[in-house]
Nanobody, 125 residues
Framework: QVQPLESGGGSVQTGGSLRLSCEAFGDPYNDYCMGWFRQAPGKEREGVAAISGGGFRTYYADSVKGRFTASRGDAKNTLYLQMSSLKPEDAGKYYC??????????????????WGQGTQVAVSS
C-alpha cells in the first residue's frame, strides 16, 4: 500500500513548461506502475501518462505525445512529468496514481489503486 503525494503545479503561459513530481510513500519493497491523470472543470478524469514499475513501458495520451515526458526517479516509486509547450487545454488538476501488481494499465483510471490529492496546473493564453 502506498500514498502518492504530488508537487510542482503552478501557473504558466501558453508555450511554457512545468515539472510535476510524485512520491508514493509506504512500500519500500515493490515497484508500482504509476501514472498521471488530469481533470478539468466539467470534464472527466483522463489519463495523461504512465510508466511501468520497471520503467520499461510507457503510455502517453495522444494529446500530450511529443510534449510531455514521464520518468521514474532513483528513489522507489517516484514519478515525474516534464510538461513542455503547454496549451490552455492542458490546464486542470493533475493526479498521481499507483497500481498494484505486475500489470500497468496506462490511462485506465479504474485500474489504479492509490491516488494523490492532486496539484493544480493553470495555463494562460
Amino acid at each position: 500500500q502506498v500514498q502518492p503525494l504530488e508537487s510542482g503545479g503552478g501557473s504558466v503561459q501558453t508555450g511554457g513548461s512545468l515539472r510535476l513530481s510524485c512520491e508514493a510513500f509506504g512500500d519500500p519493497y515493490n515497484d508500482y506502475c504509476m501514472g498521471w491523470f488530469r481533470q478539468a472543470p466539467g470534464k472527466e478524469r483522463e489519463g495523461v501518462a504512465a510508466i511501468s514499475g520497471g520503467g520499461f513501458r510507457t503510455y502517453y495520451a495522444d494529446s500530450v505525445k511529443g510534449r510531455f515526458t514521464a520518468s521514474r526517479g532513483d528513489a522507489k516509486n517516484t514519478l515525474y512529468l516534464q510538461m513542455s509547450s503547454l496549451k490552455p487545454e492542458d490546464a486542470g488538476k493533475y493526479y498521481c496514481a499507483a497500481q498494484e501488481g505486475v500489470l500497468c494499465s496506462g490511462g485506465l483510471a479504474g485500474h489504479y489503486n492509490y491516488w494523490g490529492q492532486g496539484t493544480q496546473v493553470a495555463v494562460s493564453s
